[in-house]
């Protein structure tokens, strides 16, 4: 129904107010502002709140987002958020607790630690911050260098509604966990179908795939790996380890997909990234369409020679779901979270997953619905378009 994204909501961010958005915080070390949580640099002391209890950071979106996962980091671990919670807001008085973290001490240093949100307390909010009653030690100040939020992003869907019943219908992306690329013998395996090429080192370009290293020739710090599969397949997540010097590894990768070679199609691009070396790095991503090429492209890095290490990459397979809500009344929230608009609705393909939910809610807020009832008796409905 629904999946979170890998890339950060908020920009980089180059003072409290740049390039949009505001960044805030109960307190901040004057060298140290709240924006810096928010720079994209995670090597490097962010914000610091003056005192060791009740600090918190927050970012305000000019538009309400549903935040589904957030990610923190620290430089100096004695000052890292121990107990603290994640909250959200529309009027930056009144806060809603998502998420409550206590006895957080197994912080590293630069290494970022991702939390997850329970699917219930995910909502729409504009504002969102974090609020430690207390760090991990040091008695002067609380630091996070980086804080990152990713968003829910929900698949196409339809609500139906039959009597009293509402029904919602979606397409799920569901991504294997398994490496789709068996082990190659060469750049071109034979017996397996499959090709691999780079801008440079072509030749060992197959060893990235095999839980080993492709590296570009020394002193470059740009290019590209491609793999070419015998036939298409919907490639919906990668991942790739930090490499033992992890400046070398990308900050910038573009993934693409073709069924030719030579047109290629943008699928997403990801940006100020950063590694932790031997650290894996998963990347979710927006394909829903077979390719036989792939391709990490334009790729660049900050120390020479780029490098990619042991990389995967998952199958992504998109299942129907139908969703029966058992509500007294249907909500704004509800329609955002499981109706909406489909592209496209075939009523006669099986439904894979069948879920049933009860919901005692209030009446709908500001939202508006379309209703149009269709006589049954009289036909048989085997898809809806909504345009």
Known sequence: MATTSNLNAIPVMTSNTSPNGIANASSADASFPAYLAFNGVLSSTGWRGLGNINQWLSYEFTTTKAIAKYSLATTVVSRAVKNFTFEGSNNGTAWDVLDTRTNITNWVANVKQEFVIDSTKVKRYKMYRINSSSNNGDTSYTDISELEMFEIIYSNKILLSSGSEQFASSFVNEDSTSDYVPTLSSATDVSLGITTSASTNSTSSFNAFNDATWQVSSGISTGWLRIQFPNPVLIGAFSSVGWNNAAQ????????????????????????????????????????????????????????????????????????????????????????KYGGLSTGLDLTSAMNIIEDICIDTNVLGSGKTFEHSINMSKSQINKITLG
Not at 259 to 284: H, M, P, Q, R, Y
């Open 249 to 336: 590894s990308p900050t910038k990768i573009v993934f693409k997909g073709s069924n030719d070679g030579v047109n290629w199609a943008i699928i997403d691009t990801f940006s100020s990234l950063t590694w932790t070396s031997a650290v894996e790095k998963n990347f979710t991503t927006s394909n829903n369409t077979p390719y036989s090429y792939y391709e990490f492209s334009d790729m660049t890095c900050t120390t020479a020679p780029l490098t990619l290490d042991k990389v995967k990459m998952y199958v992504r397979k998109v299942k129907n779901k139908t969703t029966k809500i058992n509500s007294l009344n249907i909500t704004e929230d509800i329609l955002i």
